[in-house]
């Protein structure tokens, strides 16, 4: 049986982080959570394993489940001449999709925790259509919950030898607070990339960030800010979720970020002493109008979240 499916949109207009700069906020809806994510010291890039211990499938799509108490599993596909399909599904109804190319891996996170998960794969056959290989529910039980917002993942690539990890590691000490690495690594990319309106208009459907290009040519379309920040974020393990979603009808992406003590900060804000404004690096790189710009993204009720990588 041929399921039609589309690769996820990725054309992403605008780029929303949300960080909070003050240590004096409380939110009673954004309160910490019980269990704190892990503290690594001095800071330490997770880095993903796939050894084979326990695996789903069989050629030409394996599924490596062995570490999925880390918040992964490592989808591989045999060098065969067609792209897979990975469809997860949580117990929440949300469905991650997810194209791997033919003769590589990617690592996939269970970005809404624990609980059962249903598997379904599929192998191209033509174009759009891919025919179903295989279908299983695996039941994932976290050893902590932040996990896979501190690994990388297929949206989020990088390495401890990638130049965006050494560049987070570098730009402050190692006993830096949350709040002065978010602040940090906020200002650095939004100084340092500017908008590429060219990339924007001819990027394509698939397209996934390359956080070290980002780096090294200074420009990217609102995927890649999101992509790097998000994955320097994490390479000072702190806890970052890549939100997809719109902003009214437009293609949208944010970022959540976790302040250990504090909890889930859910949009971006700078802090005046008297009003939170809410900032967007991709605007605050390239617009002069600040005030303009606020009024419009510091509503929350603009924006709807679909996935979260």
Same mark, same amino acid.
């Given at each position: 049986m041929l399921k039609k499916l589309s690769a996820l949109p990725v054309c992403l207009v605008f780029l929303c982080l949300f960080l909070l700069l003050s240590q004096g906020c409380t939110s009673s809806d954004n309160s910490p959570s019980s269990d704190?994510?892990?503290?690594?010291s001095p800071p330490q890039v997770l880095v993903p394993e796939a050894p084979g211990n326990e695996t789903l499938g069989q050629s030409p799509l394996i599924l490596d489940i062995s570490n999925i108490s880390q918040g992964y599993l490592t989808a591989?596909?045999?060098?065969? !001449?067609t792209a897979k399909n990975i469809q997860l599904t949580a117990e929440d109804g949300i469905i991650y999709s997810y194209f791997i190319k033919s003769g590589e891996s990617a690592v996939l996170p269970f970005t809404s925790g624990s609980g059962t998960y249903q598997i379904a794969c599929y192998e191209?056959? =033509?174009?759009?259509?891919y025919a179903a290989l295989y279908a299983q529910s695996l039941d994932v039980s976290l050893e902590n919950e932040f996990l896979p917002f501190m690994y990388p993942n297929q949206y989020v690539n990088f390495t401890p030898d990638s130049e965006a990890s050494k560049l987070a590691l570098s730009l402050l000490p190692d006993d830096a607070t949350d709040q002065e690495g978010i602040e940090t690594?906020? *200002?650095?990319?939004?100084?340092?990339?500017?908008?590429?309106e060219t990339k924007a208009s001819s990027v394509e459907a698939g397209y996934l960030p390359d956080v070290d290009e980002t780096l090294d040519t200074g420009t990217g379309i609102c995927f890649d800010y999101a992509a790097l920040m998000t994955a320097m974020l994490r390479s000072r393990d702190i806890p970052c979720k890549l939100q997809i979603g719109y902003a009214g009808d437009i293609k949208h992406a944010w970022i959540d970020v976790y302040i250990r003590g504090k909890g889930w900060v859910e949009r971006a804000i700078t802090y005046d002493g008297n009003t939170w =404004?809410?900032?967007d690096p991709t605007f605050a790189a390239n617009s002069e109008d600040e005030e303009l710009i606020n009024s419009y993204? !510091?509503?929350?009720? *603009?924006?709807t979240l679909q996935f979260t990588r």
């Open positions: 704190e994510p892990p503290v690594f591989t596909s045999e060098d065969n !001449g191209q056959v =033509n174009d759009s259509q690594i906020y *200002n650095y990319v939004t100084t340092h990339i500017t908008y590429d =404004n809410r900032m993204i !510091g509503d929350s009720q *603009n924006y």
